[in-house]
């Protein structure tokens, strides 16, 4: 069984002008689904594709086409609830959400408000070794996407492209349970390492495949306990919500601003009012986007054009039969298995092929020294080089092959850090090398002697000083080592000189 | 429930719909008759009975996660008042 117990982190405090204040954060996270084809047309969802080329007569809405679902996208977001330790609803219904914008053809985008498909769940988001919050998932609901619009092509006009109209997106709806702009990155970083782990979004933040609304509002001390106990919202504060944030680093700069927004304005008697915000990244602030408050009335129906989506317990039980190790038990089996640190062990489940990575190096090893191998020279390396594990020109196995010759003494760590080099500059077996290359240590105590032996007899004054003081020993270590080309067992010499000098 | 004509223009606005201003009485009466109708459907007693969403017995037709449509650009953007570089052109949109 897991270990998954934990402590909540402290909320985050900001000290306004006359009192102090807390956070309190909710989530609307817009995973784009990983799918060939979009939610209701067959029409590709790839990215970069020529503009208005990736559109069916479905996307473009024009007259007397009919959505079909992707039975796919249903899948993905089945898989996604499980992966969120979530209800999942048999029976869930497709509603219109109306608004006209030009790159939403249909005037209306089909989503699913009052039956959405996955209910409520979980993320664990850890902050600290042992230090983690949970956040209740509320819904996750399947959704049509928007085209894009391009507005600095032309003065005068708007460019509008299709392609992503219709691509199938899940929203995923968080309770107000974060306290602060670290947490609510953190939140974004779990949610999205759980949705590459299990497959269903790709988690490309800058092509805008997973984006945030993030519903910020400020409480005194206290009050959000209350909540808690009670569940009733009347004892937190009104909120505003930032649209669209595609960036860890915004997401976290747009909370921080509209929390001192909302602290000024409440501390100087005023009042805050719900609205939607932008987040503009290059002044730092967030903005009302009033254009929108009109068309907030969405007048939302159930769509006509779709049956409701009903789907079997046994197709359910057979996705989740087909789940991957999520990142919470692989992080755990791999301090259990192989005795790594919490810190190591985050590092290397952090994304699924690097830990897929790890077990390969590790499998049959010391788990210790693959974890120290891979995560302190391969990904040292690579991240010097601006490289992914998947670019990495050592493979698991030659890898595992330089921890194999260390483990039986072949070669020292020292060596083996040379031959890494090699390896990964100019590939090669690297058994193979340490013998073509003559990098094998010297156990062969007999010709360690003799190196021991010529040092000592080299230099009788250090060893008049080594015997006055022992610890002068480590210099004979040293020159024995470099004489050797530091392919002596550091081990022997040290007991050798040891001996020799009679310590 | 009675529409006023204030709520009538607003609805029209909604649904991008022009309407005179000397056919909004008339539309918020027609909008108010509607949902009188509504009200006295309301008064049946329909609890326990499921709503109906077909006439007959289907399930929600599927499809496989196949691309089979698409690379139609000329087609899509053949009705379009303006079109530019494989774009819709339109008036400009300031957010």
């Excluded at chain 1, 249903?74 to 219109?96: M, P, W």
């Excluded at chain 1, 092509?207 to 959000?224: E, I, K, T």
């Excluded at chain 1, 590790?362 to 690579?382: P, S």
């Amino acid at each position: 069984m897991l270990d998954l117990t934990f402590e909540a982190p402290k909320p985050k405090v900001i000290q306004g002008a006359k009192s102090e204040w807390e956070l309190v954060i909710g989530m609307e996270v817009h995973a784009q689904v990983s799918s060939n084809a979009k939610l209701f047309s067959g029409a590709s969802t790839r990215f970069g594709a020529e503009p208005n080329s990736n559109v069916s007569f479905v996307d473009a809405a024009m007259p007397g086409m009919l959505p079909v679902i992707n039975e796919f996208c249903v899948e993905q977001a089945v898989r996604t609830g499980l992966g969120l330790k979530a209800a999942i609803n048999l029976r869930s219904a497709f509603d219109r959400k109306n608004y006209f914008y030009p790159d939403l053809p249909q005037g209306y985008q089909i989503s699913q408000l009052y039956h959405p498909i996955v209910g409520e769940g979980e993320v664990i988001v850890e902050m600290a070794p042992g230090v983690a919050r949970r956040v209740r998932i509320e819904r996750i609901h399947l959704e049509q996407d928007a085209g894009k619009s391009i507005h600095d092509m032309d003065p005068a006009m708007s460019f509008v492209d299709l392609n992503r109209t219709g691509v199938a997106l899940m929203e995923i709806v968080s309770r107000p349970d974060i306290r602060g702009p670290e947490e609510a990155a953190a939140y974004v970083g779990k949610l999205r390492q759980i949705l590459r782990y299990l497959g269903t979004c790709d988690g490309n933040m800058q092509n805008g495949n997973l984006r945030a609304d993030v519903n910020v509002s400020v409480c005194r001390p206290g009050a959000y306990e209350r909540y808690q106990e009670t569940q009733d919202f009347s004892h937190l504060g009104t909120r505003c919500e930032i649209k669209n944030m595609n960036s860890m680093r915004f997401i976290q700069a747009a909370i921080e601003y509209e929390a001192r927004r909302q602290i000024a304005i409440l501390e100087d008697g005023g009042k805050i009012d719900q609205e939607t915000r932008l987040y503009d990244p290059d002044k730092g602030e967030t903005r009302s986007m009033r254009s929108k408050e009109e068309a907030h009335d969405y007048r939302y129906f159930p769509c006509p054009d779709l049956l409701p989506l009903e789907i079997e317990q046994a197709w359910v039980d057979d996705i989740a039969d087909r789940m991957p190790e999520l990142p919470d038990a692989k992080k755990a089996r791999f301090m259990a298995d192989f005795g790594l640190t919490d810190y190591d062990a985050s590092v290397l489940t952090a994304e699924l092929d690097a830990a897929r990575f790890f077990e390969e190096v590790a499998k049959g090893r010391d788990g210790k020294m693959a974890a120290n191998w891979v995560i302190n020279e391969l990904f040292g390396r690579l991240k010097k080089e601006g490289h992914e594990i998947g670019e990495s020109p050592v493979s698991a196995a030659q890898l595992g092959a330089i921890v194999d010759l260390i483990g039986k003494g072949d070669i020292s760590g020292k060596i083996a850090k040379d031959l890494f080099e090699i390896v990964y500059t100019e590939g090669g077996d690297p058994a193979e090398i340490v013998e073509a290359r003559g990098m094998k240590q010297v156990t062969d105590t007999g010709a360690i002697e003799k190196a021991v032996d010529e040092v000592i007899a080299a230099n009788p004054a250090q060893v008049e000083k080594a015997k006055a003081n022992p610890k002068l020993a480590g210099w004979f270590v040293g020159q024995v080592l470099k004489a050797t080309g530091g392919k002596a067992n550091p081990a022997a010499v040290n007991e050798l000189v040891a001996r020799k000098l009679g310590l | 429930m009675s529409i006023d004509i204030e709520t009538a223009r607003r609805v029209a606005h909604l649904a991008r719909i022009r309407v005179e201003e000397e056919e909004l009485p008339a539309l918020a009466g027609e909008l108010s008759g509607i949902l009188t109708f509504m009200e006295e459907l309301n008064e049946v007693d329909v609890e326990g009975v499921e709503p109906m969403v077909s006439v007959t017995p289907m399930r929600l037709k599927r499809r496989a996660d196949v691309v089979t449509d698409g690379d139609i650009q000329a087609e899509v953007l053949k009705n379009a008042p303006d079109a530019r570089e494989g774009f819709f052109a339109v008036p400009k949109v300031v957010e």
